[in-house]
DNA sequence: CCACCTTTTGACCACCTGGTCAAAAGGTGG
DNA sequence: CCACCTTTTGACCAGGTGGTCAAAAGGTGG
């Protein structure tokens, strides 16, 4: 307990100053707006939940939107990440079981940066919609070549690629969109690490099995 | 072309009247919650879409969040309703398949009905966790039951009951609410019924081959 | 046709929201 | 120590929101 974390009395620089400023709002940003949306939450409770008051909020970041916006990109990036590594080498065998634990590791380990992400296609993607079309479809349609790639060496059964990529997507990320409900129904107060587990081997043996990938 | 349906002249007796009035202001309610949520939606702008001035929305629901409320109450019997008809007695090749079919159809024919629950989860379900934690919870452990009970018969593998459901419903329930993202990725308009067709045949094969339920 | 109930509607309001501003406080470099 | 820049903050505001109200219009039953 050497000295507080938080604005009281500290002689720190002003770009340290910044910087911390900056990610404490971003930080309590992505909460509030996982929590209750971006028309749900005001700028007031995020200065709150950051410990500032509002209009320093709006000193560093110009207006609501464009919080959420920054909020946003730096989802994007993290959602986008996890697609990679995938490559038609590879055998779908570990591939596909990899690709399951990292999604759902994230699902784990972010789970406000997925609810927001989901929240935003679900309202029509108003704000990310360029990103869908661009960057997010390109990386699809590569993803989808590999999953050819495998079908054509032999490696798994003729699936549709698209509907596969859909299904794990929608499986992965309800560990954090659905967490709510999985936690009400399994009467937990916290989903536990056992939890994403099972979810993990359910799934990698449906998609393995289900796609006549050879386990051995 | 006989009469407008609008409330123009037409002599129509009071109740018909009322059922009408409600009806347009539900159906306009649900749309505008499933595109913009609780918190984006204004009650002026569910009056518009129903054609009704402010006052007269509030006339028939005495609050926005009453109508909220009127609203899920609708989505939640529909949604419960899906989750019938799966019986010990049944065999999961015919019982799986059906639930699947029988999920995607309804989010493609009531996608904002999805798209409301799915917020309503993600951001904490403030207005259904009694639900939740009620008739919702008996019917899923009702339907872990029957499924615990295939498995012991040797009609399918040893899975996880709980996270088949989990996986059943969130791949099945993306087809509405991440409807947007599909249509971006695959480049359509609108979903088209061979989409929706594509959907059911993979999850299918992944459920049914996956858990070792043998197909004949 | 008339007293009575239901529905419609324009005007209105208290409140909250995002955002502004200017002055004060704090940090910086010479 | 001082001029200068960045950060902090209380006071403030215009606009939009959910909700009210009272009066008018429309339907009903005898």
Redesign the interface.
């Known amino acids: 307990m050497a000295e507080k974390k938080s604005s009281k009395r500290a002689r720190r620089p002003l770009t340290e100053i910044r910087q911390d400023n900056i990610d404490q709002i971003l930080k309590a940003a992505e909460r509030q707006f996982a929590?209750?949306?971006?028309?749900?939450t005001t700028v007031a409770a995020i200065a709150d939940a950051a410990g500032l008051p509002k209009p320093n909020v709006l000193y560093y970041f110009k207006s609501k939107e464009g919080l959420y916006r920054a909020v946003l990109k730096r989802i994007l990036e993290l959602w986008m990440e996890a697609m990679h590594d995938l490559s038609p080498d590879q055998h779908p065998r570990e591939a596909l079981r990899d690709y399951i634990v990292r999604k759902i590791r994230q699902s784990r380990d972010y789970p406000d940066a997925s609810?927001i992400f989901?929240?935003e296609?679900?309202?029509?993607?108003p704000y990310v919609?360029e990103e869908?079309?661009g960057p997010?479809?390109v990386q699809?349609d590569d993803t989808v070549e590999v999953i050819r790639a495998w079908i054509a060496k032999g490696w798994m059964?003729p699936?549709?690629p698209?509907?596969?990529l859909?299904?794990l997507?929608?499986?992965t990320?309800?560990?954090a969109?659905?967490g709510?409900?999985?936690r009400?129904?399994?009467e937990r107060d916290e989903l536990r690490d056992d939890d994403f587990d099972?979810?993990i081997?359910?799934?990698t043996?449906?998609?393995?099995?289900?796609?006549?990938v050879k386990i051995v």
Chains 1, 2 share one sequence.
């Open positions: 929590e209750t949306g971006f028309p749900g609810k989901a929240a296609i679900l309202h029509g993607a919609r869908l079309e997010l479809k699809f059964d699936v549709s698209e509907h596969l859909f299904t997507w929608a499986a990320q309800s560990y969109d659905f709510l409900q999985m009400v129904l399994l099972n979810g081997e359910l799934l043996r449906l998609v393995l099995k289900g796609c006549g």
